[in-house]
């Protein structure tokens, strides 16, 4: 191995710049029947027990925030849960290149998961929840 070769750039979008505004969302980073050591990322009393990515993207949707989800995906500490949802979170200022969250009322990511197991939490109650647990809306959309 050559010592002197120097290192790979990083792997481009597709206009040719890094685009780091999207943040993940796990259903185990909201789930209050697991440990932080397993990828809670909230306090247990903000979280939900057991939630779905139907629920998490219902939530977003209900939220009217942006994203995407994808069920194949698993988080690596809770493998046998499946699903993703990415949520595009930040905006870059182009004369700076700072980021800066793109919706004024989550200025941080755990700000954000709280407001999405609150939406779950408040789903949840609603009388006709198991039978309209469909996604529905425009704000969403799955991966293919």
């Known amino acids: 191995m050559n010592m002197n070769m120097p290192f790979p750039e990083p792997m481009p979008s597709a206009d040719g710049k890094m685009s780091h505004t999207k943040i993940f969302i796990y259903p185990c980073y909201i789930d209050s029947n697991i440990k932080t050591f397993s990828g809670r990322k909230i306090p247990k009393a903000f979280g939900v027990p057991d939630p779905f990515i139907d629920e998490v993207s219902m939530a977003i949707c209900d939220l009217k925030l942006d994203g995407v989800f994808s069920i194949q995906k698993r988080h690596p500490r ?7 949802a990415s949520v595009d979170f930040y905006i870059i200022d182009e004369k700076t290149g700072e ?3 793109k919706y004024e009322q989550y200025p941080t990511r755990k700000d954000l998961l709280k407001a999405i197991a609150a939406q779950i939490r408040s789903n949840r109650e ?4 198991m039978e309209s647990r469909r996604i529905k809306g425009k704000n969403l959309s799955k991966k293919r």
């Open 78 to 84: 809770n493998f046998w849960k499946f699903g993703r």
């Open 126 to 129: 609603k009388p006709n929840y």
């Open 99 to 101: 980021k800066k969250p």
